[in-house]
């Protein structure tokens, strides 16, 4: 069973540390800047300040203490692979729970859960969290839902950014083929907006691909030909509009050197001659006849 949760020991920390939090944090005042006007400064009691560096670390040093109770819980039961015991992985509030011997291993997860709340203020959002049941029986799936509050998945969970499916052979199917339809639907929107042609090549690069470079790099799950062909095929009408006004009224001059009106594209196979895959050019557009 395999439980995402996005939550709301004993350690010692450096002198110096310390020092540098406290300094940090002495005392610590804001006020809220309004155009034209600013308001009386009001003291903060609790949290860090906007964008201050401290916010991370300190909240992995606060969730650690948690995750340790439960990686070395007797009563809490994760999967065993190759004689190491797989419990819990975590990356910033998002936490997910591998876990056997489901009534065990969430009574005394919730309970620790309970425990931990209290010390810190940091709770459960029932809201967003998923059971994903493996070979459970009906009764048992409405037992937990009745005892722990937590919703039931029935083919997969979310969890950064990627969906995990009851079946390894269907990791592939619950990711790649919604967000390819979703970046298609995109494009679509995209196209009817008055978008030049470098911010389309932007809108690719800043938006498109990094979604799909990080499913690629998250998931050992190999990407069918076919897919990246459908893939390429659907950026080139989106850059070049189709094949129409984009394509046609250009004109390309290969150029060795890179200068400030020069761009870079990827263009397997034009439709004047064949360019070698990576080529720096220059756009200069073809003058209009009258």
Not at 261 to 271: A, E, M, Q, V
Request: charged share 20%; aromatic share 12%.
């Amino acid at each position: 069973m395999a439980l995402s949760l996005r939550p709301a020991g004993a350690y010692v920390l450096p002198p110096d540390f310390c020092s540098a939090v406290r300094a940090l944090y002495c005392n610590p005042r804001a006020d809220v800047v309004i155009p034209g006007s600013r308001t009386s400064t009001f003291p903060i009691y609790n949290g860090t300040r906007q964008g201050c560096p401290l916010s991370p670390l300190l909240f992995a040093l606060t969730l650690e203490p948690l995750l340790t109770h439960i990686r070395f819980s007797p009563d809490i039961k994760g999967i065993t692979v190759q004689g190491e015991s797989f419990k819990v992985s975590a990356y910033a509030d998002d936490v997910l729970l591998t876990l056997t011997s489901p009534e065990s291993s969430l009574t005394a997860t919730t309970a620790l859960l309970s425990r931990f709340s209290n010390v810190s203020g940091y709770k459960v959002n029932l809201d967003k969290s998923i059971i994903l049941p493996f070979h459970l029986s009906r009764t048992g799936i409405q037992d937990l839902i009745a005892r722990f509050g937590f919703k039931i998945a029935s083919t997969s969970i979310p969890y950064l950014g990627i969906h995990l499916p009851s079946k390894y052979k269907d990791l592939y199917k619950v990711n790649y083929p919604p967000l390819y339809a979703k970046l298609r639907r995109e494009m679509e929107v995209w196209n009817r907006e008055c978008i030049s042609w470098l911010g389309r090549v932007h809108c690719v690069k800043m938006n498109l691909l990094p979604r799909l470079l990080y499913l690629f790099q998250a998931l050992p799950s190999p990407v069918d030909p076919s897919d990246l062909r459908f893939l390429q095929s659907n950026i080139d009408a989106f850059v070049w509009r189709g094949g129409g006004v984009g394509w046609h009224d250009l004109h390309y001059t290969a150029q060795e050197n890179w200068g400030a009106s020069d761009f870079l594209i990827y263009n397997g196979t034009s439709r004047r001659r064949n360019y070698p895959r990576w080529w720096h050019y220059t756009l200069r557009p073809t003058p209009t006849a009258g």
